[in-house]
């Protein structure tokens, strides 16, 4: 197939995180598989407007805010070739393919921003935008299949009016990683984010300041860069904590692993996640992570009591986490958990799965195509083609269902109790979080 990925970002922006790198391991995916595949995004210092990445053809140009009307142009006049799907990748903002093009679309959606609007913009911007997202584009895209990162967001989707049967949960995969070093020898924490607002590193520094007297020697390694870096160094200062700090920045591979391996306990304060790879690679290494519960995908990335804890304020992640700071067995057997199910999740999973979405929404279109060469007997719409067409998903809901939940079967299964974490008790949101 001829592919089109339409992306505000690319994985080298330096403002890439995990979404950059899921859509990243999806495209080489596919020209692995033979698809030829184009990404169409933004532009950036350094980046030339044309270049081929591990065969993938990337097209670049216009700025994070007017990539959507530029890249939708191209679209629409055909300087991006002919694709037979298109990918719109919604990061809160549609691109509108829909306008631009006749061939079959499919949606990708990390996350709802009901809750990041606020967070990242100002109050009348975040109007729009939410706007923007739950009630125009779910229209516009009426009848497209989705894919949703995680059962979390599929479910969001739902609420917005997408229907259910249209979206696929297509998980986020996790490269091999060989042994990287021991863990540190002193109390550590480690976070691995992006620095925007929104992923509010701050209660990360709070969490810090109110449990180093009681630990010396605690630590906290920020992994990662963002514009909003100077705003997290003036927090730890005010906080007390700029000794105790590291913020490492941008890192290569081998050493935001080796990073991530000393640390004893994985935090992710982040307000929303689509899913949360980074509690997935920090689970690599055997680091149990503590986020909140409310925040989306991470009740989907963190079994609850398992391979990490869930909680819902700033006074939970406190203190759960000095709860695994001073409980080695229960941190060491939740890093253990952590590490056999990180185990299941891999990139070729992930490109293979999101194929089968792509291929199914061609085979759509196919049937539309021959519906509209042949006469048709309107009589009998209710139960004939256009009747099967109104429902068209490319299987049975059943057999999206049975994919969506292949990784989470084993999350279901029985386990043996893990030890016990004292002085923690009221974690994530809604029913049992240990069921998940």
Not at 171 to 185: M, Y
Not at 189 to 213: D, F, G, I, W
Not at 381 to 391: A, E, I, K, R, T
Not at 392 to 421: F, W
Request: charged share 20%; aromatic share 4%.
């Amino acid at each position: 197939m001829r592919v089109l990925l339409l992306s505000w970002r690319d994985l080298g922006n330096p403002l890439g995180g995990g979404s950059e790198r899921y859509l990243h391991r999806v495209a080489t995916g596919l020209v692995a598989g033979g698809d030829q595949v184009t990404v169409r995004t933004a532009g950036y210092a350094g980046a030339p407007a044309r270049e081929v990445v591990d065969g993938v053809r990337y097209v670049r140009g216009g700025t994070p805010d007017t990539v959507f009307p530029t890249a939708l142009a191209d679209l629409a006049t055909g300087r991006l070739g002919r694709p037979d799907v298109v990918v719109d990748c919604q990061n809160g903002m549609p691109f509108g393919s829909r306008l631009g093009t006749r061939a079959p679309v499919v949606v990708l959606v990390h996350h709802v921003h009901r809750e990041q609007w606020p967070v990242a913009t100002g109050p009348v911007v975040a109007r729009v935008g939410w706007a923007v997202e739950s009630r125009i584009a779910p229209r516009l895209y009426r009848g497209c299949r989705y894919v949703a990162v995680s059962p979390s967001t599929r479910r969001e989707l739902g609420t917005l009016g997408v229907p259910l049967d249209r979206i696929t949960v297509v998980h986020n995969g996790l490269d091999a990683v060989a042994a990287t070093g021991p863990r540190s020898a002193h109390p550590s924490l480690v976070l691995l984010s992006r620095l925007v607002p929104h992923k509010q590193v701050e209660h990360a520094l709070t969490v810090l300041a109110r449990l180093r007297a009681a630990r010396p020697g605690l630590t906290l390694t920020v992994i990662g860069d963002g514009w909003w870096a100077p705003q997290v160094r003036a927090a730890a200062a005010e906080l007390g904590v700029a000794d105790a700090l590291r913020l490492v920045g941008h890192v290569d591979e081998a050493t935001k692993h080796r990073l991530l391996a000393e640390g004893w306990v994985h935090l992710c304060p982040s307000v929303k996640e689509g899913w949360g790879l980074a509690i997935l690679e920090a689970a690599q290494h055997g680091v149990p992570t503590v986020a909140y519960g409310t925040a989306g995908g991470t009740a989907d990335s963190v079994l609850h009591g398992r391979t990490g804890l869930l909680v819902s304020d700033l006074d939970g992640l406190t203190a759960a986490t000095a709860a695994l700071l001073d409980d080695p067995a229960a941190r060491a057997a939740m890093g253990t958990a952590a590490a056999a199910r990180a185990a299941g999740f891999t990139w070729a999973d992930t490109a293979r799965e999101f194929r089968a979405v792509l291929a199914a929404a061609v085979r759509d279109r196919s049937a539309v195509a021959v519906l509209h060469q042949r006469p048709v007997d309107r009589r009998g719409v209710g139960g004939g083609l256009l009747g099967q067409l109104d429902h068209a998903g490319g299987g049975t809901p059943g057999d999206r269902k049975s994919q969506d939940e292949r990784k989470s079967h084993s999350d279901q299964s029985p386990h043996r109790p893990l030890p016990t974490v004292s002085g923690v008790t009221r974690m994530g949101a809604g029913g049992d979080p240990t069921s998940r």
